[in-house]
């Protein structure tokens, strides 16, 4: 199967900080998702971005799938930023990174 | 739209027993899915469909079986629970723009405790 590597796997950030979130993945890739899975265990769509580049608010993200990999911009972080972030890519079946557990302290 | 929905929220089975979990989509949507996830680990696929009557076989399908009767339900069941299989449980289902491109919707999670 494809491996997908996220980094960092934790980060604190202060309210108001802005932080980039990175997801690698071994083979090219039909699709990619970002997720956000809040503290009430809860799975969020934020992005179908198998490639180029996608904003909603404070949130961009960019996908380079010729160099495998794919960055989440989050901007201005609020502490409801709180929770996990994950990447989720295709070949012929979905593959999940282990996430980016991010803490946003007030 | 209710999105997707999954059936119970909460369970606590006894080793040996045997449980059904039912997901169900109202977007039309071709695609399901069934996820597993522990603690401190990503999502894995259990097993998958791509149209009504047809399953196949994820990351991790060993103890589970599936069944797709209708298009907008898709079942998991445990035969015979063992402790391992304590997890959370995610059923997703996605659209597909084209034959190769496709989003992914999840439904809230059953949490599963075998004893």
């Known amino acids: 199967g494809i491996q997908v590597e996220q980094s960092p796997p934790d980060l604190i950030l202060q309210e108001g900080a802005n932080s980039t979130l990175r997801c690698n993945f071994s083979d090219s890739v039909n699709n990619l998702q970002w997720f956000h899975q809040n503290p009430w265990g809860q799975l969020i769509n934020l992005f179908y971005?198998?490639?180029g580049t996608k904003q909603n608010g404070r949130l961009s993200a960019t996908t380079v799938a010729t160099e495998r990999y794919s960055l989440l911009y989050i901007s201005s972080s609020q502490t409801t930023d709180s929770g996990v972030y994950f990447c989720?890519?295709?070949?012929?079946?979905?593959?999940f990174g282990t996430g980016t557990s991010l803490t946003v302290i007030p | 739209n209710a999105g997707v929905t999954q059936t119970p929220k909460f369970r606590v089975l006894k080793t040996g027993q045997s449980m059904t979990l039912l997901c169900a989509q109202d977007?039309?949507?071709?695609?399901m899915y069934w996820y597993r996830q522990d603690p401190g680990m990503g999502l894995r696929l259990i097993h998958y469909s791509v149209g009504e009557g047809t399953t196949a076989k994820g990351e991790v399908p060993d103890g589970y079986n599936v069944s797709r009767l209708k298009k907008q339900n898709f079942l998991l069941g445990l035969e015979s629970a063992a402790p391992s299989q304590t997890s959370v449980y995610f059923c997703?289902?996605?659209?597909?723009?084209?034959?190769?491109?496709?989003?992914?919707?999840f439904g809230p999670g059953t949490r599963l405790t075998v004893t």
């Open positions: 971005i198998p490639s």
């Open positions: 977007m039309n949507h071709e695609y």
């Open positions: 997703a289902s996605s659209y597909p723009y084209s034959i190769r491109s496709y989003e992914q919707y």
């Open positions: 989720a890519v295709t070949g012929n079946q979905f593959y």
